[in-house]
């Protein structure tokens, strides 16, 4: 059974970085075919898709977020995970982290991290 684990604080000043590391277990982050995904949901905006980490460890990012956006792996560990530069209040929302099957024409999310809150606050 695959599970995902975000960890990171909860907490980050504005104009901090915005760390999360996401811990997979029962499937290596290399499996031809998977990739790793960072999304976030906020009550303002919704979900949205912050970039990804493929199997071969090539990243990907959202346009509107890549020049705040660092993704990183480290297969050893079998993590991957997200810095988010300068923060800002906007950026409060719910982390996840997800497990997307990209092949050909199917691309489905099939796993995904519980989620974890994190608050730009003074």
């Known amino acids: 059974q695959v599970q995902l684990q975000e960890s990171g604080p909860d907490v980050v000043k504005p104009s901090q970085t915005l760390s999360l590391t996401c811990t997979v277990s029962g499937a290596a982050i290399t499996t031809t075919y998977y990739h790793w995904h960072w999304i976030r949901h906020s009550p303002g905006k919704g979900l949205e898709w912050i970039g990804g980490i493929t199997y071969t460890g090539a990243p990907a990012y959202n346009p509107s977020l890549r020049s705040r956006t660092s993704i990183s792996r480290e297969t050893s560990e079998n993590q991957f995970s997200l810095q988010l530069r300068s923060v800002t209040p906007e950026d409060t929302a719910v982390y996840f982290c997800?497990?997307?099957?990209?092949?050909?024409?199917?691309?489905?999310?099939?796993?995904w991290g519980q989620g974890t809150q994190v608050t730009v606050s003074s």
């Open positions: 997800a497990r997307k099957f990209i092949m050909g024409a199917i691309r489905e999310y099939d796993t």
